[in-house]
């Protein structure tokens, strides 16, 4: 038996470096840069970052938030991001043990931080975190036997072919893209994890989420055309981007914690329970 006290502190070690390579993936894969090279450099004077200025949190600490070399500010979104996951991390080993379930919590929980980064900054969900995170769930849900990746796979398929219908009818009726090739993977990869029943929850709960921000947002634009920055309004419709990815993680995190509890008060509204 691991103590558990060491089992919290391998998880924050390990969740704060998964969170340091986060940041590298947030930052990159929008822009098409390799994972792995260059390594890590100042924006503006270019200089390496030694390994012991990227310690994750505790490097942007001492550093007091600006490169050695030039002295310029280094984001918080850093630290902040590292000290996220480690907590992630921490909490799904807290709450799950040393557990696939566990796992699962942590790995998922990290790729909805990560899709809502890019989504949020770029309108982008990076392959990497959806297919990539479809064959980690795959992965860890094999790990625990075959219903479990049955389930699975049976929640991804579900996922893909929900979302390739929603954008087919979508392109149908408002006569242009709805929805990109991000948003179907990114289902696929939730379904992954949290089963067929869950995708539904996802996308009720992503859709619910989605139409309280977007319809005040879409407002505001509309009658505050000095809000319009670069990119966050479409030029055709002059209607707002929709990162609807943000609010699909959401619902997605929603659904893996507390599907069952979910689901069972919905159906004991709708059948008047
Ligand atoms: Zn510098």
């Known amino acids: 038996m691991v103590p558990e006290a060491f089992v919290l502190v391998a998880a924050g070690g390990l969740g704060a470096a998964?969170?340091?390579f986060l940041n590298v993936c947030?930052?990159?894969?929008?822009r098409n840069e390799s994972l792995v090279h260059p390594p890590s450099a100042?924006?503006?004077c270019g200089t390496p970052i030694a390994w012991y200025d990227n310690v994750p949190v505790f490097g942007w600490l001492w550093?007091?938030?600006?490169?050695?070399?030039?002295?310029?500010?280094i984001s918080a979104q850093y630290p902040l991001v590292e000290a996220l996951i480690a907590a992630l991390w921490v909490a799904s080993?807290?709450?799950f043990g040393l557990t696939w379930h566990?796992?699962?919590?942590?790995?998922?929980?990290?790729?909805l931080i990560g899709i809502t980064l890019t989504d949020a900054r770029h309108y982008i969900i990076p392959h990497e975190f959806t297919i990539g995170g479809l064959v980690l769930g795959l992965a860890i849900a094999a790990a625990q036997g075959w219903s479990?990746?049955?389930?699975?796979?049976?929640g991804a398929g579900v996922g893909f072919a929900l979302l390739i219908s929603i954008a087919w009818a979508g392109e149908k009726v408002f006569r242009k893209e709805a929805m990109g090739g991000g948003d179907i993977w990114m289902m696929a990869m939730v379904g992954a994890f949290v089963g067929w029943k869950g995708v539904l929850l996802t996308i009720f709960l992503g859709a619910l989420i989605g139409t309280v921000v977007f319809i005040p947002l879409a407002w505001l634009t509309r009658h505050h055309p000095?809000?319009?920055?670069?990119?966050?309004?479409?030029?055709?419709?002059?209607m707002p981007h929709v990162p609807f990815g943000i609010f699909l993680a959401a619902g997605a995190a929603a659904a893996f914690l507390a599907g069952d509890a979910l689901l069972a008060w919905y159906w004991g509204f709708v059948l008047g329970g």
């Open 42 to 44: 100042c924006p503006r």
């Open 26 to 30: 947030v930052y990159r894969l929008p």
């Open 148 to 154: 479990q990746l049955i389930a699975s796979a049976i």
């Open 93 to 95: 080993a807290w709450a």
């Open 226 to 238: 000095h809000w319009e920055r670069t990119g966050e309004v479409d030029s055709g419709s002059g």
């Open 63 to 73: 550093l007091g938030g600006k490169c050695r070399s030039c002295r310029a500010p």
């Open 102 to 111: 566990a796992a699962a919590a942590a790995v998922f929980g990290t790729l």
């Open 18 to 20: 998964i969170g340091s």
